[in-house]
C-alpha cells in the first residue's frame, strides 16, 4: 500500500513562510484530485486546497492569496506554500491524493506560528 509522507512543518513567526511537501512511497496510478487539508487543535479538520490533474484549484477563502497549491509528479504529488502566516494557521497539515478508488492520507505535519 502506497504512504504519503509530509514535510516542510515547523514553528515560524506570524508573517513568515513555509512550503510544505509530500511524498508518496510507490506510484499512485490516475490520481484526480490532490489537496492539503489541516486540523487546528480542538477542531474538526478542514479543507486548506485542492488541485486536479489538469490543475484547477481551489482554496478557503481563509488561505485565499496567502497560499499556493501546486501539482507534481508521482513521487511528489503536492506541495503548498505558505505566505504571510497567522497565529490561526496552526495547525496539523495532512496532504491528501484521491483516486477513483481509494483516498490516501498522510500521517500529518505540525505547522506552528508564533505571535
Known amino acids: 500500500q502506497v504512504q504519503l509522507e509530509e514535510s516542510g512543518g515547523g514553528l515560524v513567526q506570524a508573517g513568515g513562510s513555509l512550503k510544505l511537501s509530500c511524498v508518496a512511497s510507490?506510484?499512485?496510478?490516475?490520481?484526480?484530485?490532490m489537496g492539503w487539508y489541516r486540523r487546528a487543535p480542538g477542531k474538526e479538520r478542514e479543507l486548506v486546497a485542492t488541485?486536479?490533474?489538469?490543475?484547477?484549484?481551489n482554496y478557503a477563502d481563509f488561505v485565499k492569496g496567502r497560499f499556493t497549491i501546486t501539482g507534481g509528479d508521482a513521487k511528489n504529488p503536492v506541495q503548498l506554500q505558505m505566505n504571510s502566516l497567522k497565529p490561526m494557521d496552526t495547525a496539523v497539515y495532512y496532504c491528501n491524493v484521491k483516486t477513483s478508488t481509494y483516498d490516501y492520507w498522510g500521517q500529518g505535519t505540525q505547522v506552528t506560528v508564533s505571535s
Open positions: 510507490g506510484k499512485i496510478f490516475s490520481p484526480s484530485l
Open positions: 488541485i486536479t490533474r489538469s490543475g484547477a484549484t
